[in-house]
């Protein structure tokens, strides 16, 4: 059984930071391209970051500079660092997980998600 499971949201003020975890269960980290994603209510799901198989990183123009992406493979997670915490960061944190198969074919798997609020 393969499991996401993600912690470290709450509420923070702006300016603030957060580290979310995402702790993997049934899956090898080196087969997969790991993200986060993200959702405001009444808002789409959207990318965040993604680190691929080969540790390569990717961050959304919406978040960079101030957040950071990682992985720890002996401890099967990946890691969100939230520096500069805004108010618009505010959302639903969602781990996922993909497993490029064939370059047609892949496998994705989600976590339940963990909420982070920035207020004052």
């Known amino acids: 059984q393969v499991q996401l499971v993600e912690s470290g949201g709450g509420l923070v003020q702006p300016g603030g930071s957060l580290r979310l975890s995402c702790a993997a269960s049934?899956?090898?980290?080196?087969?997969?391209?790991m993200g986060w994603y993200r959702q405001a209510p009444g808002n789409q799901r959207e990318l965040v970051a993604v680190?691929?198989?080969?540790?390569?990183?990717i961050v959304q123009d919406a978040v960079k500079g101030r957040f950071t992406i990682s992985r720890d493979k002996a401890k099967r997670a990946v890691y969100l660092q939230m520096n500069s915490l805004k108010p618009e960061d505010t959302a639903v944190y969602y781990c996922?997980?993909?497993?490029?198969?064939?370059?047609?074919?892949?496998?994705?798997?989600w976590g339940q998600g963990t909420q982070v609020t920035v207020s004052s």
């Open positions: 680190i691929t198989s080969g540790s390569s990183t």
């Open positions: 049934g899956i090898n980290l080196s087969m997969y391209d």
């Open positions: 996922n997980a993909v497993w490029r198969i064939t370059s047609s074919y892949k496998k994705d798997y």
